[in-house]
């Protein structure tokens, strides 16, 4: 019943930006905080942002503090990953998940299916 949907990756040049969306459908969005990971090729999966339920705190992994802005629209049932100043580094899969705690990761109980970005150099 519960079902989050990525969108917003694709191709884009080092320097640039990208805004990823994830819409949640099956649950009263306000009531669960929302994660977002990524994992690129030959490397584990790892912690990118997160924002607590009500919006109140959001958390950053040290590569991409500065960077990125995690976000979210109640109304719409939708968070969102603003990416700027993309790095090559930056290439991987993104999935957003939700759970009931922004920092710790094992609360995570449902997750998308993840969205492609690639950065060129």
């Known amino acids: 019943q519960v079902q989050l949907v990525e969108s917003g990756g694709g191709l884009v040049q080092a320097g640039g930006s990208l805004r990823l969306s994830c819409a949640a459908s099956?649950?009263?969005?306000?009531?669960?905080?929302m994660g977002w990971f990524r994992q690129a090729p030959g490397k584990e999966r790892e912690f990118v942002a997160s924002i607590s339920r009500r919006g109140g705190s959001t958390y950053y992994a040290d590569s991409v503090k500065g960077r990125f802005a995690v976000s979210g629209d109640n109304a719409k049932n939708t968070g969102y990953l603003q990416m700027n100043s993309l790095k090559p580094e930056d290439t991987a899969v993104y999935y957003c998940?939700?759970?009931?705690?922004?920092?710790?990761?094992?609360?995570?109980?449902?997750w998308g299916q993840g969205t492609q970005v690639t950065v060129s150099s």
């Open positions: 099956g649950l009263t969005f306000s009531r669960y905080a």
């Open positions: 998940a939700v759970g009931l705690w922004a920092t710790v990761d094992s609360a995570y109980n449902y």
